[in-house]
């Protein structure tokens, strides 16, 4: 059972930024398809980033040019920078990891398809 730990979550106001983190096992991070969703209340879990073992991210439509996925030198740390925060970006936000090809796969399509999951860490914009 692969174990993830989200922290870096808070309130900030809207403009605002934060920077979430993942606490993963070395083998995780660098080798398999790391991702980034949320959940915001009533309403499905959405994929926010992705990142490829290679490092190359992919993003949802709604955080281009605001979030970036990285991970650290040591590959035991996820990161999703948040910047420009808008009050739709409140939610429950969950690091996951998975096979390589599931960064491969639609993004609509990736909640359903990632097994390790973190219990999650919550982002709250306000206006």
């Known amino acids: 059972q692969v174990e993830l730990k989200e922290s870096g979550g808070g309130s900030v106001q809207t403009g605002g930024s934060l920077r979430l983190s993942c606490e993963a096992p070395?083998?995780?991070?660098?080798?398999?398809?790391m991702g980034w969703f949320r959940q915001a209340p009533g309403k499905e879990r959405e994929a926010v980033a992705s990142?490829?073992?290679?490092?190359?991210?992919t993003y949802a439509d709604s955080v281009k040019g605001r979030f970036t996925i990285a991970k650290d030198n040591g590959d035991t740390i996820l990161y999703l920078h948040m910047s420009n925060l808008r009050p739709d970006d409140t939610a429950t936000y969950y690091c996951a990891a998975g096979p390589t090809f599931l960064c491969a796969l639609d993004m609509s399509e990736q909640p359903r398809r990632f097994g390790a999951w973190g219990k999650g860490t919550l982002v709250t914009v306000s206006s």
């Open positions: 070395a083998f995780v991070v660098g080798r398999w398809c």
């Open positions: 990142l490829e073992p290679g490092g190359v991210g």
